[in-house]
């Protein structure tokens, strides 16, 4: 709505943008990054969905209604200019200590010790990429700041990356600006945050870690590179708590996962680079938001028959207000993440099964009656109201969600079996999934390639000591 109401001053037109008080402040910072940080808001009290409908009314008579009239026919104050420091302005100097303090004083640290992005650091990040310094990635929601090769490098050293990291941060960015990912969501209530999955070679190069612990933080690559990915959301794209940030319960920032690619290649299912269209050896990263997740222990059995039930079932419980991205607020764009540790897949795969098999068990037994789906998007969420049968009369819904009238009927919880996504890593010897309820179009998997410097073996290999660490 922000950005219609910058649209319409911009022609000249005024308005008078009506905001939730929940949402107020952050209404106040995003018109900043719109370039009219005195845009006329209008304060509605309270939480709409939670009042009845002659609270409403008197908040709207009383409160918005003058708050409307006032924005419309009187110019609004002047704005109060916030310039920020030049990208390579030196901001201060000082002990670790004093550095640690400016940073959290002014936001620019998620709360733990950052490392000081001096210039000779940032300059041996920059080594390890073909892009100029000044190259721009992007422009970057809500902010929208310019998302720079030097940014990048600034923000890695912070997170205390080692220099060699630098093509997959750049690659992060790159997938961070596409607008098929969504950025612009990230601050989004359901506190939804992004897991990064990195494929190919570059795993065993780096030292990732995919098998025992995978998602615990103790692995410099897989703990850094995700510390990397809030710290940019925070320092360049402008997510704040309190401001652009309005998650009702967060999530920290995730650990990288990475899959386990000799499992992969061992029982013949294409990774998951593969998957979204690259090319298996190509190193790529994958990033996709979700609202939380859940490990699924001791799957029992020594057939896909006797594991499957539970691994469906665990899938279907995870996902319930989800299903608005299914039919609703986006169609079609849920994608729920199932990661399964090697021994599973290994059962799975020795019975016969593809990866695509596995898909398509989940596609038709991940299911919940009509009336259930329609509850969730009507009755007990504030999706009103998209009824399958409606969204089916435009052309909207496949013809897996309508066939019968009966309320009673199963319908899946994605449009395609290809929907689910699958990644194998962990333990190898443990029987344990973990199952990522997805955040639909509010952070769609999105992934790119990384591209790797000149000579870069031999730049990792000189790389590769302990000095070189920080």
């Known amino acids: 709505m922000l950005r219609a109401s910058a649209a319409c001053e911009r022609a000249g037109v005024p308005t008078a943008s009506l905001v939730c008080e929940g949402f107020f402040d952050q209404a106040a910072t995003t018109t900043i990054g719109l370039g009219f940080p005195n845009l006329p808001l209008c304060l509605v009290p309270g939480h709409v969905g939670a009042q009845s409908d002659q609270e409403l009314y008197d908040n709207i008579t009383d409160v918005t209604l003058d708050d409307v009239i006032n924005n419309l026919t009187q110019n609004p104050d002047a704005a109060i200019d916030s310039a920020e420091p030049a990208p390579r302005e030196i901001v201060a100097s000082g002990s670790f200590e004093e550095i640690n303090s400016l940073f959290y004083d002014n936001e620019w640290s998620d709360g733990l010790p950052i490392v000081p992005p001096t210039v000779d650091k940032i300059e041996e990040f920059l080594k390890f990429t073909n892009n100029a310094p000044d190259e721009v990635l992007g422009v970057i929601l809500p902010d929208n700041r310019a998302a720079t090769v030097w940014s990048v490098a600034v923000n890695g050293v912070m997170a205390g990356c080692r220099p060699q990291y630098m093509p997959v941060l750049v690659a992060l960015i790159k997938a961070m600006v596409d607008p098929i990912y969504g950025v612009e969501h990230s601050g989004n209530t359901p506190g ?31 703990t850094a590179i995700g510390r990397f990915w809030r710290l940019y959301l925070r320092n360049v794209a402008g997510f704040l708590l309190h401001k652009n940030d309005k998650c009702t319960f967060g999530n920290t920032w995730r650990v990288v996962l990475a899959e386990n690619e000799d499992v992969c290649e061992k029982i013949g299912w294409e990774p998951n680079s593969v998957e979204m269209g690259f090319a298996a050896g190509d190193n790529t990263v994958t990033i996709s938001r979700y609202v939380g997740g859940n490990v699924l222990s001791s799957v029992y059995g020594d057939h896909p028959d006797r594991m499957m039930p539970y691994l469906s079932n665990a899938l279907l419980r995870m996902h319930t207000w989800h299903v608005a991205f299914t039919i609703g607020t986006s169609m079609g764009t849920l994608r729920p993440l199932i990661i399964l540790s090697p021994i599973l897949a290994e ?19 991940t299911r919940m009656t009509a009336t259930e789906f329609e509850r969730y998007l009507g009755d007990w969420t504030d999706h009103h109201i998209w009824q399958i049968d409606k969204q089916a009369k435009r052309g909207k819904v496949p013809k897996d969600f309508t066939e019968s009238e009966d309320p009673n009927r199963l319908v899946p919880i994605t449009f395609t079996p290809d929907d689910y996504m699958i990644v194998i890593a962990g333990d190898e010897l443990r029987t344990n999934a973990y199952v990522f309820a997805h955040n639909g179009i509010l952070g769609y998997p999105t992934a790119k390639k990384i591209d790797l410097p000149e000579n870069w073996e031999k730049m990792l290999a000189a790389a590769d000591c302990p000095k070189c660490i920080f």
């Open 192 to 222: 939804g945050e992004t897991l990064i999955t990195i494929n190919g070679p570059i795993i065993k190069q780096l030292g990732f870690n995919n098998t025992q612990g995978v998602l615990r933080d103790g692995f410099m690559p897989n």
């Open 347 to 365: 059962t799975i795969a020795n019975a016969g099964w593809s990866k695509a098999d596995v898909k398509q068990y989940f596609f038709d037994y």
